[in-house]
């Protein structure tokens, strides 16, 4: 039984720290290589209008200081595995970053009215 078949949504988070030294992702890394978040896994949904959402930030590619410190600590099959993306892949990412952000606008709010609350 597929798990994913008919979700409505599908939900990653980072597998590392990114104030962290790189090597600190790579048990992370290990851990949940088996379950990117990619186009196949959106296939397997055979929804047509399933969505991807994700707390952010996100290392959807390695176009930023920690994904090439990460880059440069890994051996080279995980190097070539994560340069599509670690916990979702950069295309993925790119067709759903408009339902990505406005999860995280929305969690900004909701923490400011915490804020609010608590003060």
Same mark, same amino acid.
């Given at each position: 039984m597929d798990r994913v078949k008919g979700a409505d949504v599908i939900s990653t988070e980072n597998w590392g720290d990114f104030t962290a030294p790189a090597e600190t992702w790579i048990p992370g890394i290990a851990k949940y290589? #088996?379950?990117?978040?990619?186009?196949? &896994?959106i296939d397997r949904t055979e929804n047509p209008d399933v969505f991807v959402i994700h707390m952010l930030p996100s290392s959807h590619n390695c176009d930023h200081s920690a994904g090439k410190e990460l880059?440069?600590?890994?051996?080279?099959?995980? #190097?070539?595995?994560?340069?599509?993306? &670690?916990?979702?892949?950069?295309?993925?990412?790119e067709a759903n970053s408009s339902v990505i952000f406005r999860e995280a606008e929305n969690r900004q709010h909701t923490i400011k009215a915490v804020m609010a609350a608590l003060l």
């Open positions: 290589r #088996a379950y990117p978040v990619n186009q196949a &896994l880059m440069s600590a890994l051996d080279a099959p995980t #190097a070539e595995f994560i340069s599509h993306g &670690l916990e979702v892949t950069d295309d993925v990412f």
